[in-house]
């Protein structure tokens, strides 16, 4: 009992660590950011077409061609108790795109939870919008127990010309919250727009600004190169709280496996792992 003890107030303290320096966990839960892809690019992904669009802009779904399947895990800052995992299905349809999307966060005693589900659907061939419903849950040990709040998210994406990819994406407008004993806890609003260029069909970069309720902007730029056929290299900045970040992927086989890893300056590396199946 003493050492569960010790153990959870050493928890709690890298818990109000984080808290304190990273804008993304002042409020009761997140926006999860996932897949490994957009990881490496410092989440300058708003305006880039992938099954993680489920978490960055669904209307990049609708521009998916088969159905895909995704699992992602990634350790916050090597913290054992901080681990992500989720998985995403995009189901292409005559009407649109559905997508489906879970994300757990935590441990036994503390987790969370996110399970959305999505459509999205093109207006031509090169604008297209989706929105998704969002059910959230928190659990605290058996003291605090159980709360849960609904979100819901959307943007567009267009492509006006050749190689040139625009962006946009709010979460949470009508600021959900959770309700709890001590008083609500809000989820964050959060709204982010970005430009993408694509060089030569191998090089592209990418500009996004990320601006959270209460929160000065968020700056982020992101670069993706295929060095060889169907090997990428990716990098990435941002700022606010400022971190780096790299990345590679490789696809075979409708099989692709991506790698990133982000530093933060003051909690450390954070190692991305996502792999992804497209059927034929």
Same mark, same amino acid.
Request: cysteine-free; overall charge neutral.
């Given at each position: 009992?003493?050492?569960?003890?010790?153990? &959870?107030?050493?928890?709690?303290?890298?818990?109000?660590?984080?808290?304190?320096?990273?804008?993304?966990?002042?409020?009761?839960?997140?926006?999860?950011?996932? =897949?490994?892809?957009?990881?490496?690019?410092?989440?300058?992904?708003?305006?880039?077409?992938?099954?993680?669009?489920?978490?960055?802009?669904?209307?990049?779904?609708?521009?998916?061609?088969?159905?895909?399947?995704?699992?992602?895990?990634?350790?916050?800052?090597?913290?054992?108790?901080?681990? !992500?995992?989720?998985?995403?299905?995009?189901?292409?349809?005559?009407?649109?795109? !559905?997508?489906?999307? @879970?994300?757990?966060?935590?441990?036994?005693?503390?987790?969370?939870?996110?399970? =959305?589900?999505?459509?999205?659907? $093109?207006?031509?061939?090169?604008?297209?919008?989706?929105?998704?419903?969002?059910?959230?849950?928190?659990?605290?040990?058996?003291?605090?127990?159980?709360?849960?709040? $609904?979100?819901?998210? =959307?943007?567009?994406?267009?492509?006006?010309?050749?190689? !040139?990819?625009?962006?946009?994406?709010?979460?949470?407008?009508?600021?959900?919250?959770?309700?709890?004993?001590?008083?609500?806890?809000? !989820?964050?609003?959060?709204?982010? @727009?970005? &430009?993408?260029?694509?060089?030569?069909?191998?090089?592209?970069?990418?500009?996004?600004?990320?601006?959270?309720?209460?929160?000065?902007?968020?700056?982020?730029?992101? &670069?993706?190169?295929?060095?060889?056929?169907?090997?990428?290299?990716?990098?990435?900045?941002?700022?606010?709280?400022?971190?780096?970040?790299?990345? &590679?992927?490789?696809?075979? $086989?409708?099989?692709? =496996?991506?790698?990133?890893?982000?530093?933060?300056?003051?909690?450390?590396?954070?190692?991305?792992?996502?792999?992804?199946?497209?059927?034929?």
């Amino acid at each position: 009992m003493r050492r569960r003890s010790i153990f &959870l107030r050493n928890f709690v303290s890298v818990f109000l660590l984080i808290v304190w320096i990273l804008p993304d966990h002042s409020h009761a839960a997140e926006n999860y950011l996932s =897949g490994s892809r957009f990881a490496g690019m410092a989440n300058a992904s708003v305006m880039i077409p992938d099954i993680w669009s489920v978490s960055h802009n669904q209307a990049g779904l609708a521009f998916l061609t088969n159905l895909t399947f995704s699992l992602h895990h990634e350790n916050k800052f090597i913290v054992p108790q901080y681990g !992500l995992n989720a998985v995403a299905l995009a189901i292409p349809t005559k009407p649109g795109t !559905l997508g489906f999307s @879970f994300y757990y966060f935590g441990y036994s005693n503390y987790h969370e939870t996110k399970s =959305g589900l999505s459509f999205s659907k $093109l207006f031509g061939q090169k604008i297209s919008a989706g929105v998704q419903i969002n059910y959230h849950s928190i659990y605290i040990s058996e003291e605090f127990g159980r709360s849960s709040a $609904l979100s819901v998210e =959307g943007g567009f994406l267009a492509q006006p010309v050749k190689g !040139l990819f625009i962006g946009a994406h709010i979460f949470n407008p009508s600021q959900s919250r959770f309700q709890s004993p001590e008083g609500d806890e809000y !989820l964050p609003t959060i709204f982010r @727009f970005g &430009l993408g260029y694509r060089f030569l069909n191998m090089v592209q970069v990418n500009l996004e600004t990320e601006k959270q309720t209460d929160f000065k902007a968020i700056w982020k730029i992101g &670069l993706e190169i295929e060095a060889v056929d169907h090997l990428y290299l990716r990098g990435g900045l941002a700022s606010d709280p400022q971190f780096n970040t790299v990345g &590679l992927g490789y696809e075979a $086989l409708g099989i692709r =496996g991506d790698l990133a890893f982000s530093f933060h300056p003051q909690l450390g590396f954070t190692p991305h792992f996502t792999l992804t199946y497209t059927f034929p």
